[in-house]
């Protein structure tokens, strides 16, 4: 990276510190693009060269909450081996990362299902990480035949990806009590096996 690439990427992350400052202290609605350009001393025109909106600082802050624990993440999937322990592994990562700043994971999965048709959900730059950890998982479990290799690997990846969303938000707003390690349980039996009794 050179000395430009990485102003960049210094003042991209200055924006989206201050950003998150501006949303945990006063709330992701109530702070403005121009208090965020002011806070991370930026004029409006440079904020809005690198983010859009809120919502695209929000998701390149998670981006970096998942980037920064991505090593972490690939060594438990090193240790293991198979595909129901590593997803098992990644919906307690998830929980994690998400549940560390519920009020904003909540905007943010919001504004993802609601852009959610506007590119490929694998390929979307919006992305949080999250969807190249699962396409691995799947990619793995074919090479080990403990899936189906006839159903392409982006169909079985997506499929888990929207269980995952149902993860999230049955730990956030469902009415039913449950311990989070059986929903957890559930989910990855229920994407294995499918719903047959």
Do not use: W
Not at 121 to 139: A, D, W
């Amino acid at each position: 990276m050179n000395r430009r690439e990485r102003k960049k990427e210094k003042t991209k992350g200055s924006i989206v510190n201050s950003a998150i400052e501006y949303f945990k202290l006063k709330g992701f609605h109530e702070t403005s693009m121009e208090e965020i350009a002011e806070k991370s001393d930026v004029s409006k025109g440079t904020l809005y060269n690198y983010f859009r909106d809120k919502e695209s600082i929000l998701v390149a802050y998670f981006q970096l909450l998942i980037s920064n624990h991505s090593e972490q993440i690939n060594e438990s999937f090193i240790q293991n081996n198979d595909m129901k322990s590593r997803l098992n592994e990644l919906l307690d990562f998830i929980n994690h990362i998400f549940h560390n700043d519920i009020e904003l994971a909540s905007i943010y999965f919001r504004y993802r299902v609601q852009t959610l048709f506007n590119s490929n959900i694998i390929e979307n730059t919006q992305r949080s990480g999250i969807e190249s950890l699962v396409l691995e998982i799947m990619k793995e479990a074919q090479a080990n035949n403990e899936i189906r290799c006839d159903i392409p690997l982006a169909i079985i990846s997506r499929n888990f990806m929207f269980l995952y969303i149902n993860f999230f938000v049955s730990s956030i707003y469902g009415k039913e009590l449950f311990e989070i390690d059986i929903l957890k349980n559930q989910l990855i039996d229920l994407f294995v096996n499918g719903a047959r009794l």
